[in-house]
Nanobody, 115 residues
Framework: QVQLVESGGGLVQAGGSLRLTCAASGIWFSIATMNWYRQPPGKQRELVAAITSAGSTIYADSVEGRFTISRENAKTTVYLQMNSLKPEDTAVYYC?????????WGQGTQVTVSS
């Protein structure tokens, strides 16, 4: 059974930092592309950051230079370090795993940035 469990969300003031964690199980983690998506209130879900099995990363323009995605294959865990947070970063953040054309999702964690 595939499980992606996010943690680390919460309420933070603008300019602050949070670190999201996604613990994966039931998938071949080492070959998975791991992604963080977010869905702001009333908006569509969007890709925030991705990291391939080889460690290559991509970021949305809106978070480039502020967010860092990383992974620990030995712990089957992916992280999203979020610095210099802005109110517009407020959203539910979802962990996604893409493995051999299959998509798996976590339940999401709320991040709220106050001004």
């Amino acid at each position: 059974q595939v499980q992606l469990v996010e943690s680390g969300g919460g309420l933070v003031q603008a300019g602050g930092s949070l670190r999201l964690t996604c613990a994966a199980s039931g998938i071949w983690f080492s070959i998975a592309t791991m992604n963080w998506y977010r869905q702001p209130p009333g908006k569509q879900r969007e890709l925030v950051a991705a990291i391939t099995s080889a460690g290559s990363t991509i970021y949305a323009d809106s978070v480039e230079g502020r967010f860092t995605i990383s992974r620990e294959n030995a712990k089957t865990t992916v992280y999203l370090q979020m610095n210099s947070l802005k109110p517009e970063d407020t959203a539910v953040y979802y962990c996604n795993a893409r493995v051999t054309s299959n998509d798996y999702w976590g339940q999401g964690t709320q991040v709220t940035v106050s001004s």
